[in-house]
């Protein structure tokens, strides 16, 4: 293994293991929780996260043997069904974050009507249509053979077939990329700039209380008038960043490959190894990253650890100094955990609050 391939090899370790355990927590948190899993959007979580899990455990190992050896697994079949897994789960994977902005949208957009918009079994008809998108795809590329090992990728998954069944397998592959990548894509962005338009109307709104505010409350101290101008700034920038980096995020995880195989159709072009691999990381790379963007970082999946953090720490008490010392260490990551940036969750406004505190600080 040459220098390359150790680096890739360290960043797909490293992927992978971030993927295990965030995911992991996730759906624990979910298991913990009937509150969360019993919501439309806690239904769509489930299933971003088992899926990501199971390319995590089952996919991306292999791939992480093939840029160590070089080579498929020696198992007859094996390639073509992992392959088969990475294909579906991948597509899934994209589909699933598409309908997870749509649930954003209708409870940012309808808030009092969302509860009868998505239900949870809704979000479940949702689902399989995902579902059902990724297994046609998959048992079509198993079933004409175009599933095996990739040197280009390292891995088992999409392969370039002999020379007559080019046109029809670049045919597919385009169509597999706009259904699964550029049709995500679109129902991200339309729903993102929905939900950018109904916050940045409330956040003007509260522009206009602030202001009043302030105009009647000339004796006002300086600090607390200042402060009250930066929180108003702030949030003028909040919901563009968050924004931007939802849509950023899927762009420079899935883009790159994408690309990558599309070019890879054009027959005087050969891909590199390094970037194939380098690309298939990014890939990989979103099951990493999305537990955070949806899940870890906000307050109620942050109030469901706090909260199984205390009980694990009760669980483990002793007498004496031990319960009070063990109590100390419980109370310090509730306040570590509810005092930590988050995003705004899905379903509530961190708008109000900072109004509220700012408004409070000025009787």
Not at 299 to 309: T, Y
Request: charged fraction near 15%; glycine fraction near 6%; charge should be positive.
């Amino acid at each position: 293994m040459g220098p390359g391939e150790t680096l890739l090899a360290g960043l797909l370790v490293m992927v992978l293991a971030v993927a295990l355990l965030s995911n992991a927590l996730v759906l624990l948190c979910c298991a913990y929780s009937s509150k969360l899993r019993t919501r439309a959007s806690g239904v769509l979580l489930v299933n971003l996260s088992l899926g990501h899990l199971l390319l995590a455990a089952l996919d991306m190992p292999f791939t992480l043997l093939g840029v160590m050896r070089g080579r498929p697994p020696s198992a007859p079949g094996a390639c073509q069904a992992i392959g088969f897994l990475d294909t579906f789960l991948a597509s899934n994977a994209a589909l699933s974050v598409a309908a997870l902005s749509t649930d954003q949208w209708l409870a940012v957009g309808f808030p009092l009507r969302y509860a009868g918009r998505l239900r949870p079994r809704d979000a479940v008809l949702l689902l399989g249509c995902a579902w059902g998108q990724s297994l046609v795809f998959s048992v079509a590329a198993l079933g004409c053979s175009w599933l095996g090992y990739s040197s280009a990728f390292a891995s088992c998954s999409l392969r370039l077939p002999p020379e007559p069944e080019r046109p029809r397998f670049a045919a597919f592959t385009a169509t597999l990329h706009a259904m699964g990548f550029v049709l995500p894509l679109a129902v991200i962005c339309l729903t993102s700039l929905q939900v950018h338009r109904v916050a940045r109307s409330h956040c003007q709104r509260m522009d206009v209380v602030t202001m009043k505010a302030l105009m009647l409350l000339a004796d006002l101290h300086p600090s607390v008038r200042q402060r009250c101008l930066i929180q108003q700034k702030r949030r003028h920038h909040r919901a563009t960043r968050k924004i931007g980096i939802s849509i950023a995020s899927f762009l420079i995880c899935f883009a790159p490959y994408v690309v990558t195989r599309l070019v890879e159709l054009v027959p005087f072009v050969t891909v590199n190894a390094h970037w194939g691999i380098l690309s298939k990381c990014l890939t990989y790379s979103k099951a990493a990253a999305d537990p955070f963007t949806y899940s870890l970082l906000r307050r109620p999946f942050r109030q469901v650890l706090a909260g199984m953090a205390r009980r694990l720490l009760k669980r483990t008490l002793r007498p004496g100094s031990t319960h009070n010392s063990s109590l100390d260490l419980a109370s310090m990551v509730h306040q570590v955990l509810k005092r930590t940036p988050h995003p705004a969750s899905t379903h509530s406004s961190s708008l109000d609050a900072e109004n509220d505190s700012c408004l409070q600080q000025t009787h």
